[in-house]
């Protein structure tokens, strides 16, 4: 079965400093990897997707994460941080490349200083 | 852009009682699902819907659960007789080919 373990629950960071949010998963199968964002009273909107391509993934909003198999891991970076990064993100597995049902994680708030 | 919507964004309802919660789905998307997130704690999987059938259930989606595409647009969720439990926030999601479009959710409480 499919799990995931968002390490942080709160992340906090000043505009400006990078960002590092730390995602490991555990999959029977080769997983699709996500990450989701969501806005106060949002929904959730997808940042980026892993489906067994290029190990390091470009988002939207400067995000980007790298998919390390040795590692089971799938951390969310940003190298710049901005006031509207404040949400909460979603570390998510599916079994299938075209993500039926979604495993998700806990959740960890990125709350921004200025 | 489209977008998935959902209403009510908050219904409060009393134990025992039947609630239906409302999607609209991207108009050429296929497949539809409904997630629970109860407080502090994850965003769960309930049931994936395509070709006016269930896919997949989770093993929270028991007999009180049903789901339904009434007409080209909506798809609904029915709870026959809510519990304290039932209480959560409730999202919609559609897609037609990698990615899953969320809806803002509806938020359940039941007293």
């Known amino acids: 079965a499919q799990s995931v373990t968002q390490l942080d629950s709160h992340v906090s960071v000043s505009e400006g400093t990078p960002v590092l949010l730390r995602c490991n998963y555990s999959?029977?199968?080769?997983?699709?990897l996500f990450w989701y964002v969501q806005h106060p009273n949002k929904g959730l909107q997808l940042l980026l997707k892993?489906?067994?391509?290029?190990?390091l993934v470009k988002g939207i909003n400067g995000f980007e994460a790298e998919f390390k198999k040795s590692e089971t891991s799938f951390h969310l970076t940003k190298p710049s941080a901005h006031m509207s990064d404040a949400a909460e993100y979603f570390c998510?597995?599916?079994?299938?490349?075209?993500?039926?049902?979604?495993?998700f994680g806990a959740g960890t708030i990125l709350r921004v200083k200025s | 852009e489209p977008e998935v919507t959902q209403t009510p964004s908050h219904q409060v309802t009393q134990m025992g009682q039947e609630v239906i919660l409302r999607c609209v789905p991207i108009?050429?998307?296929?497949?539809f699902y409904w997630y629970r997130q109860i407080l502090g704690q994850k965003v769960e999987f309930l049931v994936s819907?395509?070709?006016?059938?269930?896919?997949?259930k989770s093993e929270i989606f028991d007999d009180q659960f049903s789901v339904e595409r009434p007409d080209g647009s909506n798809f609904t969720l029915k709870i026959r007789s809510t519990k304290l439990e039932d209480s959560a926030m409730y999202f919609c999601?559609?897609?037609?080919?990698?990615?899953?479009?969320f809806g803002p959710g509806t938020r359940l409480t039941v007293t």
């Open positions: 999601a559609s897609r037609t080919s990698y990615e899953q479009y």
């Open positions: 108009s050429n998307h296929l497949y």
């Open positions: 999959s029977s199968y080769s997983p699709s």
């Open positions: 998510v597995v599916s079994e299938t490349e075209y993500g039926n049902k979604l495993v």
């Open positions: 819907f395509y070709n006016n059938e269930i896919s997949e």
């Open positions: 892993y489906t067994s391509a290029a190990t």
